[in-house]
């Protein structure tokens, strides 16, 4: 089977948006939504932005999903590696 590759994307609001800016950002939401593959969305408490983990192959279609939020937002995705997985590696690297 094909390899997916788990990303984690933190974002956060441009300040001071108006309501006509927000609005549009929960249009677009409601239009694009999350990124395929999303295990989890979490938006933080002071509502400053949020954290998504994305579990796919498809690293376009997820260029693609975070492009449709540019002008509301700063994104930034890493690849990530569970604990399980990179450990071992850690390990052989310090042989």
Known sequence: ??????????YKLKPHMTQE?????METFATVGNAPGTV???V?????????????????????NTLSYTGWMEL???VVL???DAV??????LD
Not at 21 to 25: A, D, M, P, Q, S
């Open 88 to 93: 071992p590696h850690i390990l052989d690297a």
């Open 1 to 10: 089977g094909v390899r997916t590759m788990l990303f984690v994307t933190t």
């Open 44 to 64: 933080y408490a002071d509502g400053g932005g949020g954290v998504v983990v994305t579990d796919s192959e498809d690293v376009a279609a997820n260029y693609r």
């Open 40 to 42: 989890a969305h979490y």
């Open 76 to 78: 930034e995705s890493k």
């Open 21 to 25: 800016e927000v609005k549009g950002l």
């Open 82 to 84: 569970t604990v399980e």
